[in-house]
């Protein structure tokens, strides 16, 4: 059973960048199994899907944050990370990165709170 | 982008009722929808996929129904365990999005 765990700095200034990083254990990012996902949630508020990468490299990225996101995969540390640019206190959050087929989620991490401050 | 709109925002329910929480989609998507519950400080978790194909480990007392626009979760016989948020979410094109969520609460 594949379990995921974010990991990332839980406060990051205005304007810089946020990076998190998800690892999986009990499976592998190469696997062609799966999607790989990153979805937030707000304080107080709903999920918003932010994108997936595939093992292969392709991504799927949310228009509404498209220009800011990257999500890449690192097979020799079976991990897969984001990183959002510009960041405001809009996108001061929980994220979640999460697996599963093209489409719905069945594997979710614990979720790590990143709040945007200076 | 498809919206969703799911009634009602809040439920007000007791141990044993039947429940049923609505899914509508501003256009439709055949059966591309997905249900989940979150608890306070938990990830969400996968109930229902293909609109009502149940996720292993999940109690038969969940069902999900509809196609198209319109798209029902019905719990049989409301547990204690059950008191939690419900969201659907749409993959039938992208961006993939999520209903605002129904809060079940205890009457």
């Known amino acids: 059973q594949v379990q995921l765990q974010e990991s990332g700095p839980g406060l990051v200034k205005p304007s810089e960048t946020l990076s998190l990083t998800c690892t999986v254990s009990g499976g592998s990012v190469s696997s062609g199994s799966y999607y790989w996902s990153w979805i937030r949630q707000p304080p107080g508020k709903g999920l918003e899907w932010i994108g997936y990468i595939y093992y292969s490299g392709s991504t799927n990225y949310n228009p509404s944050l498209k220009s800011r996101v990257t999500i890449s995969v690192d097979t020799s540390k079976n991990q897969f990370s984001l990183k959002l640019s510009s960041v405001t206190a809009a996108d001061t959050a929980v994220y979640y990165c999460?697996?599963?087929?093209?489409?719905?989620?069945?594997?979710w991490g614990k979720g790590t709170t990143v709040t945007v401050s200076s | 982008v498809i919206w969703m709109t799911q009634s009602p925002s809040l439920l007000s329910a007791s141990t044993g009722d039947r429940v049923t929480i609505s899914c509508r989609m501003s256009q439709g998507i055949s059966s591309y929808l997905a249900w989940y519950q979150q608890k306070p400080g938990k990830a969400p978790e996968l109930l229902i996929y293909?609109?009502?194909t149940l996720q292993s480990g999940v109690p038969s007392r969940f069902s999900g129904s509809g196609s198209g626009t319109d798209f029902t979760l019905t719990i049989s016989c409301l547990q204690s365990e059950d008191f939690a948020t419900y969201y659907c979410?749409?993959?039938?094109?992208?961006?993939?999005?999520f209903g605002q969520g129904t809060k079940v609460e205890i009457k």
């Open positions: 999460a697996s599963g087929t093209p489409g719905y989620m069945d594997v």
């Open positions: 979410q749409q993959y039938y094109s992208f961006p993939w999005t």
């Open positions: 293909a609109a009502s």
